[in-house]
């Protein structure tokens, strides 16, 4: 009698759409754990020279953004989706005024955090492409350990994967350090809270999934960064008071820097859709 079980292939072809949600979703958390360093460097370049010119220019860009680009888009998502038109926001005076301020707000705000990120890009006074070669280095040097602890929390339904993801993880911050020649010190301040964050999340991946499932991970990484990085603090205070200020585990740059990457990174756990069939 003819068999009925699928071959190889037709066994995997259901599980691809679900994979590629998954890399998906660990690369956005991914990006939002480098944004916050590239917008505050772009901020710093266009801050440096700031000039009328750019604000009005902003203000052109965002009028159109809020007027006409935001409900054109509004209308095209809902005929993707053959969703029902939102109701408009009503019609009094008071109502239009602060929904038009407020849409303008979030428009400029768009806008200057665009400029500021294309500013870091093509810097001036550099060559032609160093600023995007810095650009792409310091998203790549950023996104790396993330991506790989995201990507082994959302595999620990997957008795393949869930080992090979998961030692993955736990080398990602010394490959990152390999790859982009991180001193000593920042491979360690990086390696010791990454460690706790994979291993605190593991513990709380292994209840049933859901569409907050990498959202509850988000407090986990603010507490853990908070408590290294105040350990962290005590352990430069006890190094300066013994006179050995060298070994010193942050500079205020660098505490700062870290500061960023953390927040950063628990935004992408809020911010993330998990695919919850695993």
């Known amino acids: 009698m003819p068999t009925t079980e699928r071959p190889p292939l037709g066994r995997l072809a259901p599980l691809i759409p679900k994979g590629v949600a998954v890399l998906v979703t660990a690369l956005s958390i991914a990006i939002c754990a480098a944004a916050p360093e590239f917008i505050w460097r772009g901020l710093h370049v266009t801050l440096g020279h700031p000039h009328w010119i750019d604000l009005v220019g902003a203000l052109l860009i965002g009028l159109n953004l809020v007027f006409f680009i935001e409900p054109a888009m509004k209308r095209f998502r809902d005929l993707i989706y053959r969703s029902e038109p939102h109701e408009p926001a009503g019609a009094r005076p008071l109502e239009i005024f602060f929904t038009a301020s407020l849409g303008l707000a979030f428009a400029l705000a768009s806008v200057s955090l665009h400029d500021a990120m294309a500013a870091f890009i093509s810097r001036q006074g550099m060559a032609e492409d160093a600023g995007l070669r810095e650009a792409v280095l310091l998203i790549s040097a950023w ?6 602890v995201s990507l082994a929390w959302q595999s620990i339904g997957c008795r393949v994967l869930a080992v090979p993801t ?13 790859l982009f020649v991180w001193p000593l010190t920042d491979v360690i301040t990086t390696a010791i809270p990454c460690l706790l964050i994979l291993g605190l999340g593991y513990r709380r991946s292994v209840r049933t999934p859901d569409e907050k499932f990498l959202a509850r991970h988000a407090p986990m990484v603010v507490l853990a960064a908070a408590g290294w ?12 008071m013994l006179g050995a200020e060298g070994w010193r585990l942050y500079d205020a740059p660098r505490f700062f820097v870290d500061c960023r990457f953390y927040l950063g990174w628990a935004a992408g756990l809020v911010f993330a859709r998990f695919p919850a069939a695993r």
């Open 166 to 178: 998961g030692l993955v993880a736990g080398a990602s911050p010394f490959i990152a350090g390999w």
């Open 229 to 240: 990085l105040a350990l962290a603090l005590l352990v430069d205070v006890g190094l300066e």
């Open 143 to 148: 996104a790396i350990v993330p991506f790989a």
